[in-house]
T-cell receptor
């Protein structure tokens, strides 16, 4: 009963480096999300995947790419990291919010620092 | 104007008191409203959802929704030190089945 698992938990990058945050869920949810959380800004949606095979931009997609590898996995890639991408990243999953099953289950978070 | 606004706090209440947390939203067509609790260094967890005007109670928590005023609140009765956390208001906008827009959160401090 792991729920949503994110890796890595911590990462320090230099400006210009690339990395991928991995996320996997074992709840058989159709929808998956990537949020970032910055002090005073709340959670902001980066990308989401309504179902396997689809991805869509959220509020702050610039500088990121995503891949919905299969129903379980949704990865977030930073191609050329910038200090502005220093943040805590949360992956989440749910059934479609309009279905009535409105619980968003979050992973433990990944703290990324870009120097 | 932010889509979902909350006072950042901290809101400090004594143990046993009622804590009242407020949230306003800008999308008049929003239909679904949520309160998440986030302990420091942890991920958010859902504590309440509300979809129609009025009150919804769950244990010590009551969510209140007023769509005409575009206002949703969370009351915590008999506040405990373990309730000390940041409370995030989230709203599903009318134009999306998948997005949740979060407020920046209100930090609640319950003093023993």
């Amino acid at each position: 009963n792991a729920g949503v698992t994110q890796t890595p938990k911590f990462q320090v990058l230099k400006t210009g480096q690339s990395m991928t945050l991995q996320c996997a869920q074992d709840m058989n949810h159709n929808s998956m999300y990537w949020y970032r959380q910055d002090p005073g800004m709340g959670l902001r949606l980066i990308y989401y995947s309504a179902s396997e095979g689809t991805t869509d931009k959220g509020e702050v997609p610039n500088g990121y790419n995503v891949s919905r590898l299969n129903k379980r996995e949704f990865s977030l890639r930073l191609e050329s990291a910038a200090p502005s991408q220093t943040s805590v990243y949360f992956c989440a999953s749910s059934e479609p919010l309009s279905s009535g099953a409105n619980v968003l289950t979050f992973g433990a978070g990944s703290r990324l620092t870009v120097l | 104007q932010k889509e979902v606004e909350q006072n950042s706090g901290p809101l400090s209440v004594p143990e046993g008191a009622i804590a009242s947390l407020n949230c306003t939203y800008s999308d008049r067509g929003s239909q679904s409203f949520f309160w998440y609790r986030q302990y420091s260094g942890k991920s958010p967890e859902l504590i309440m959802s509300i979809y129609s005007n009025g009150d919804k109670e769950d244990g010590r928590f009551t969510a209140q929704l007023n769509k005409a005023s575009q206002y949703v609140s969370l009351l915590i009765r008999d506040s405990q030190p373990s309730d000390s956390a940041t409370y995030l208001c989230a709203v599903r906008p009318m134009d999306s089945s998948y997005k949740l827009i979060f407020g920046s959160g209100t930090r609640l401090l319950v003093r023993p």
